[in-house]
T-cell receptor
Framework: SQQGEEDPQALSIQEGENATMNCSYK?????LQWYRQNSGRGLVHLIL?????REKHSGRLRVTLDTSKKSSSLLITASRAADTASYFC???????????FGTGTRLQVFP | ETGVTQTPRHLVMGMTNKKSLKCEQH?????MYWYKQSAKKPLELMFV???????ENNSVPSRFSPECPNSSHLFLHLHTLQPEDSALYLC??????????????FGEGSRLTVL
């Protein structure tokens, strides 16, 4: 079953602007992860935030987690054309071997 | 380079063919996964192996047959597939469910087209 849903489904911005993507999930989690996928390629892990954390930074990435609302956001600051990709949130189902992915946000950054 | 290698990268097969997808990880991980990614659908988990033992089979049709001979290699055997099975098949590995993170390392995928 689908665990996460990203919003928006697609986002187009100009270089230098910030991009914000949101993820909602359904069940209790111990962490939430964000991945990036270039077209037709494999997924690359970007950042992990634990359930007891509210915010985490990595370079130009900022992730927030609100467990009361079962939601997370990924902010990419000062975007670049090379950030063009699909971004997915993913949550491990506790007690299982499953990492369940959301539907993804397609980000297009125009030079 | 993620340390997970998938071959072939592209495969075209007829509905009566038998083919196999191969995945190899060089990360010393204990768990390996097959995911299916179809257009406009979320990634679908197909199979999970931990220490060579299958721990998840997500109601996958029997025309997909996984094999995990050791912790470093994972195969997906394909036979009598349907056109709707055309998709990107992604292999991934992780340290395993006890790693407390569950971070996955993906291969580049095998693009399968069934005619």
């Amino acid at each position: 079953s689908q665990q996460g849903e990203e919003d928006p489904q697609a986002l187009s911005i100009q270089e230098g602007e910030n991009a914000t993507m949101n993820c909602s999930y359904k069940t209790s989690i111990n962490n939430l992860q964000w991945y990036r996928q270039n077209s037709g390629r494999g997924l690359v892990h970007l950042i992990l935030i634990r359930s007891n954390e509210r915010e985490k930074h990595s370079g130009r990435l900022r992730v927030t987690l609100d467990t009361s609302k079962k939601s997370s956001s990924l902010l990419i600051t000062a975007s670049r054309a090379a950030d063009t990709a699909s971004y997915f949130c993913a949550t491990p189902l506790i007690g299982t071997d499953k990492l369940i992915f959301g539907t993804g946000t397609r980000l297009q950054v125009f030079p | 380079e993620t340390g997970v290698t998938q071959t072939p990268r592209h495969l075209v097969m007829g509905m009566t063919n038998k083919k196999s997808l191969k995945c190899e990880q060089h990360l010393g991980h204990n768990a390996m996964y097959w995911y299916k990614q179809s257009a406009k659908k979320p990634l679908e988990l197909m199979f999970v192996y931990n220490f060579k033992e299958q721990t998840e089979n997500n109601s996958v049709p029997s025309r997909f047959s996984p094999e995990c001979p050791n912790s470093s290699h994972l195969f997906l055997h394909l036979h009598t597939l349907q056109p709707e099975d055309s998709a990107l098949y992604l292999c991934a590995s992780s340290q395993g469910p006890d790693s407390n993170t569950g971070e996955l390392f993906f291969g580049e995928g095998s693009r399968l087209t069934v005619l």
